[in-house]
């Protein structure tokens, strides 16, 4: 009799849970729109969404701690003229964000330490170059204030943020509209999936194909393409027959999948999350209740189902923590922020481990936020290679410093408010006596009149 051979790994176990119902952020109107991206993002400061508005866009941007019911009054940002289509915070600085809209433009805002007291309505830099609606945003990964945006009119546009200038255009390579498009680890190549069915691997300052392929899924519904671990492509998309579908790809040999594995039915498309430091990819379809994950690795069938987080109430997107605002001592791997339609719920990803120590296999070292090279710099040819950072004693250090600097003013301003109190309290024990002996004095007078 054989026995089947499970598979080792040390996220076989990973599950996820929901937080608490006050760690929520309650009340909020999402958007209605009918568009494939996140409608949320996350920073270790701030977590934003986009909400309906009438009479344009906007988005609210909320610091973390901001937990529980959100006033409707709540100030959102509201320069653009359509409604948002995608936003996403800036790797390299907590407080700026870029926003693409329907009205054809990108606008970079930059949101104040504790939120927002008041509407924001004016960017820092409006970035118009697009001639149909902006639907993709991406950040460039190791090179500052370098931004992604891919519209509805087929181009891809680099900018440098700074310059607020379009500094490439792609605009001759896609034929159809782009579902997606993403940065490599470093930055030095472009994965776009299109409505064409085609897959293309681009050079982003020449704006040339390096190399493609055609039909990575058989099915007419979009595909979603990202970078995995050692240059090579996982796709999500459909099958003739409608099928739901992850498929893995080797760039230098496209003709064939390292592996192709049908999922489920539903027509929901699938949005891949994944983490380089764990080599796990999350798997959220917007309509769906439920959040799949997989394993990838070097060994056949290459990418290993791990398990599935379901709920009840189904997601209309979805924000991915950056693995540098995770709780290490709980052994928490992945955060994400479920949009439902009137809420937005974090569900937290973790590894059960009986250790309260420091767990290093989980935590490699991973990206930080400085970036590697500037945007004049790495427009010119200059790649640079993420600055690694490690949770133990890096991230987590520096948070307590910050927090250390603040508390240390607080005390500061506490010792000599509460000293000038016991300096006062101090006067006023010495003024004291004398009021005192005055007033006995007159209370003795009056006593003794009333005895004569």
């Not at 270790?44 to 009438?54: C, H, R």
């Not at 460039?140 to 519209?151: E, F, W």
């Not at 290490?328 to 481990?353: D, G, Q, S, W």
């Amino acid at each position: 009799m054989s026995r089947k051979v499970v598979r080792t790994s040390k996220f076989r176990h990973v599950f996820g849970q929901p937080v608490k119902a006050d760690q929520c952020y309650d009340d909020i109107r999402i958007s209605q729109m009918t568009w494939d991206s996140n409608f949320c993002s996350v920073n270790p400061k701030f977590v934003a969404m986009i909400v309906d508005a009438s009479g344009g866009g906007a988005f609210i941007v909320l610091p973390l701690s901001k937990t529980g019911r959100i006033d409707m009054s709540l100030p959102t940002v509201c320069g653009h003229t359509g409604p948002v289509l995608d936003i996403e915070f800036c790797p390299h600085n907590d407080n700026i964000i870029a926003s693409g809209s329907e009205d054809c433009s990108v606008m970079i805002w930059e949101i104040p330490d504790g939120g927002l007291t008041s509407p924001l309505s004016d960017p820092v830099v409006k970035l118009d170059g697009h001639s149909k609606r902006v639907g993709i945003l991406s950040w460039h990964p190791t090179a500052h204030n370098v931004l992604m945006s891919a519209g509805c009119d087929n181009v891809i546009i680099l900018w440098n943020v700074a310059r607020g200038e379009a500094v490439v255009r792609i605009d001759s390579v896609h034929t159809d509209m782009i579902y997606s498009a993403c940065w490599n680890r470093n930055g030095s190549q472009i994965l776009t999936s299109c409505k064409d069915k085609k897959l293309r691997v681009l050079d982003p300052r020449k704006g040339s194909v390096i190399c493609e392929k055609d039909k990575p899924h058989e099915g007419s519904r979009p595909v979603r393409a990202v970078f995995v671990s050692d240059g090579k492509i996982l796709t999500t998309g459909f099958s003739r027959m409608s099928e739901r579908q992850v498929a893995l790809w080797d760039p230098k040999n496209f003709g064939e999948p390292l592996t192709l594995q049908e999922l489920d039915t539903s027509s929901g498309v699938l949005l891949p999350f994944f983490d380089p430091d764990t080599g796990i990819v999350y798997l959220c379809g917007k309509g769906d209740s439920s959040i799949r994950y997989f394993e990838v690795t070097d060994e056949a069938p290459y990418v290993h189902y791990l398990s599935m987080y379901s709920s009840k109430e189904s997601q209309k997107g979805m924000g991915y923590m950056p693995k540098r605002g995770l709780e290490v001592n709980k052994c928490e791997i992945a955060r994400f922020y479920k949009l439902h339609e009137r809420k937005c719920e974090p569900v937290v990803m973790t590894v059960p481990r009986k250790s309260d120590l420091f767990q290093e296999d989980l935590y490699p070292d991973t990206i930080g936020p400085e970036p590697s090279v500037e945007a004049d710099d790495w427009f010119s040819g200059k790649n640079g290679e993420p600055i690694l950072i490690s949770l133990k004693d890096g991230f987590v250090a520096t948070t307590k410093n910050k927090e250390f600097k603040v508390i240390k003013s607080l005390m500061a301003t506490t010792s000599s408010s509460s000293s000038n109190r016991q300096c006062d309290s101090a006067v006023r024990e010495h003024r004291n006596p004398l009021p005192v002996y005055c007033v006995l004095m007159s209370l003795s007078v009056l006593i003794g009149k009333n005895i004569l």
